[in-house]
C-alpha cells in the first residue's frame, strides 16, 4: 500500500508542467511608463526558428518543409520572431534600425508574435532577452521580448495618428480604445 502511495505521489510531481503564473501588470501607459525602452516600428518580417537545427525561416510553410527532409524524427518544434524597423524611439536608447523580438509558448511569460501583421506599425516596450527566463534558438542578448503580464504593444494608426489597444483602464478585462498618439506621448514621456 505504501509503495502505491509513493508511486502516485511520484507519477503527479513528476508530470507537474510549469507555466506562466503572473497578475495583470497593467494597461499600455502603465507599462510604457516604466518601460526601459519604448519605439514606434513597423513589423517587416515574421521568422521561425528551428529548435533542432537551428535554421530561420521567413516563412512557416518552410520550417514545416525542412522538418520533414530532415533526419530528427519529423518533429516541427519552432519559435517564432518578428523583425521591426524602430521608427522612432519614444522612451529610452537603441541605435539599431532593425531589432528582433522573440515570442514562444508562453510558459516562461513572454508574450507570442503570431497575431503582429507585416508591414503595420505599433508601439512596443520590448526587454532585452538578457533578462529572460530562457533561451530561444538563435535568440541573442542584444534580442528581445515582450513580457505577457501587461499591455506591451498597441497598434498606431497613421491615417489619423491614433493608437487602438488596451492603453488605459484598471484591468485586462476592459475593451480596446482608440487613443489620440499626441496624447499618448504626453502620458508616457
Not at 521567413?58 to 519552432?78: I, P, R
Not at 493608437?163 to 499618448?184: R, T
Request: proline letters at 2%; a neutral charge.
Amino acid at each position: 500500500m505504501k509503495t502505491t502511495k509513493l508511486t502516485i505521489i511520484f507519477i503527479l510531481f513528476s508530470t507537474v508542467s510549469f507555466a506562466c503564473s503572473c497578475d495583470w501588470g497593467g494597461n499600455f501607459i502603465s507599462t510604457a511608463k516604466n518601460a526601459d525602452l519604448v519605439v514606434l516600428a513597423k513589423v517587416v518580417q515574421h521568422n521561425f526558428h528551428l529548435e533542432k537545427n537551428g535554421k530561420t525561416f521567413s516563412s512557416l510553410e518552410e520550417a514545416v518543409e525542412e522538418t520533414f527532409k530532415s533526419e530528427y524524427d519529423n518533429e516541427t518544434d519552432f519559435y517564432e520572431s518578428i523583425d521591426l524597423e524602430i521608427l522612432e524611439v519614444i522612451k529610452g536608447r537603441e541605435t539599431r534600425k532593425i531589432i528582433r523580438i522573440f515570442a514562444s509558448d508562453g510558459a516562461d511569460c513572454r508574450s507570442g508574435v503570431r497575431n503582429f501583421e507585416t508591414g503595420k506599425t505599433y508601439l512596443f516596450t520590448p526587454t532585452l532577452s538578457k533578462y529572460s527566463l530562457t533561451d530561444m534558438p538563435n535568440e541573442k542578448e542584444t534580442d528581445f521580448f515582450l513580457w505577457s503580464c501587461s499591455e506591451t504593444s498597441i497598434e498606431y494608426r497613421a491615417d489619423n495618428n491614433k493608437v487602438y489597444g488596451l492603453i488605459k483602464g484598471k484591468s485586462n478585462a476592459k475593451k480596446p480604445i482608440q487613443y489620440d498618439y499626441a496624447k499618448l506621448l504626453r502620458k508616457i514621456t
